[in-house]
């Protein structure tokens, strides 16, 4: 089996692509475009198995996409790629619809023409799965149910509304050209070889430089964190057993405030790697302006990928986030190449 999978030199990409790698029997055409949160070292390690070939190039390539499609005959299409980080969405949303929309219009216009000529047979196993976001629902109030999958889409960031959108696409490629979709709205991710412009490894970097930890606001902001290997394993399900036109939930049941999450990374460092002076990390948390329009609380009900497909998250957030930050104490040099003079002036941007 071959799968195209797209943006999988970043983040959540890069960590599919290595654990379905690992299970054999399936090759990985990945095509990146590599912008500053795609990483080439993320895959180093796989580089040079004969199941992994890389392709330099952007998902509103529409020849470039068709070239792929039929050379390899992937079984599936995964769409990884994506602008996804919200203060950047503000600061510079047509970043955002370009990628987001225009490249995931295209992206599936090419799949649906491929797999329009494809035999019956393959036509019938194969898929286009739309890895997406929980942000396309809006913000919930403390007491609020979860959102599961019938809620309706009220983004409220140039980065969620361009994911709403392209959820909104790959829906009616389904139901207009029967094109065989799948979506996933997963909460957010963290773990290894994430770019550290996102709240978990922006602080456990920080602290081990002995910077100050920005909250913003008052930190009591809730999220719903998900450890990203175990939304790769809920992907791989949905991928194999779900149900084509279907959306899943996928999150980490694990609600907790940034100012927790905070609190909970300077006790784990702490731990493993106390500060030269003896203070806890603590001291470090420094408050600051709330970003426009900061959603209040995400939180997914993941009853119906637990019910149908037998899948649930394996790790807590306390043995998850000490996984986390053992692989930064371990992965200094990676630290060091992907943190650019782009990204410092980016950091003295946003949180200055």
């Known amino acids: 089996m071959t799968i195209l999978v797209t943006g999988g030199s970043g983040f959540i990409g890069s960590n599919f692509i290595r654990n379905v790698l690992l299970l054999g029997n399936v090759s990985i055409v990945n095509i990146d475009k590599l912008t500053y949160a795609g990483n080439s070292e993320n895959l180093s390690d796989v580089e040079g198995s004969r199941s992994y070939t890389f392709v330099k190039g952007d998902i509103g390539d529409s020849g470039l996409i068709n070239e792929l499609l039929i050379k390899h005959k992937p079984r599936a299409v995964i769409n990884f790629a994506a602008e996804s980080h919200v203060d950047r969405s503000i600061a510079s949303p047509e970043d955002f619809i370009a990628t987001n929309v225009v490249g995931l219009f295209r992206l599936l216009n090419a799949s649906k023409d491929y797999w329009s000529d494809l035999g019956q047979k393959d036509k019938d196993v194969f898929r286009f799965l739309q890895v997406s976001t929980d942000e396309v629902y809006g913000s919930l109030d403390s007491l609020d149910p979860a959102f599961s999958e019938t809620n309706r889409f009220e983004p409220n960031s140039p980065y969620s509304a361009s994911k709403a959108a392209a959820d909104h696409l790959v829906r009616a490629y389904h139901h207009t050209y029967g094109l065989p979709t799948l979506t996933t709205n997963c909460s957010n991710?963290?773990?290894?070889?994430?770019?550290?412009?996102?709240?978990?490894?922006?602080?456990?970097?920080?602290?081990?430089?002995?910077?100050?930890?920005?909250?913003?606001?008052?930190?009591?902001?809730?999220?719903?964190?998900?450890?990203?290997?175990?939304?790769?394993?809920?992907?791989?399900?949905?991928?194999?057993?779900?149900?084509?036109?279907?959306?899943?939930?996928?999150?980490?049941?694990?609600?907790?405030?940034?100012?927790?999450?905070?609190?909970?990374?300077?006790?784990?460092?702490?731990?493993?790697?106390?500060?030269?002076?003896?203070?806890?990390?603590?001291?470090?948390?420094?408050?600051?302006?709330?970003?426009?329009?900061?959603?209040?609380?995400?939180?997914?009900?993941?009853?119906?990928?637990?019910?149908?497909?037998?899948?649930?998250?394996?790790?807590?957030?306390?043995?998850?986030?000490?996984?986390?930050?053992?692989?930064?104490?371990?992965?200094?040099?990676?630290?060091?190449?992907?943190?650019?003079?782009?990204?410092?002036?980016?950091?003295?941007?946003?949180?200055?």
């Open 189 to 352: 991710n963290y773990g290894p070889f994430q770019f550290p412009e996102k709240l978990i490894p922006l602080m456990i970097l920080n602290a081990l430089d002995g910077k100050g930890l920005p909250v913003y606001g008052d930190g009591q902001q809730i999220r719903d964190w998900l450890y990203v290997t175990d939304h790769c394993d809920a992907i791989l399900s949905v991928l194999n057993k779900g149900l084509i036109g279907e959306t899943y939930n996928i999150g980490g049941e694990s609600e907790m405030t940034n100012l927790d999450v905070v609190r909970k990374i300077c006790d784990v460092l702490d731990e493993l790697r106390p500060s030269s002076s003896g203070e806890s990390y603590e001291h470090l948390i420094e408050y600051v302006t709330d970003r426009p329009g900061h959603d209040r609380r995400y939180a997914v009900d993941i009853t119906k990928v637990k019910k149908e497909l037998g899948w649930a998250p394996r790790q807590s957030f306390g043995s998850g986030i000490k996984k986390t930050i053992q692989w930064y104490l371990d992965n200094q040099e990676w630290i060091d190449r992907v943190r650019s003079g782009a990204y410092r002036e980016w950091v003295a941007k946003q949180y200055g």
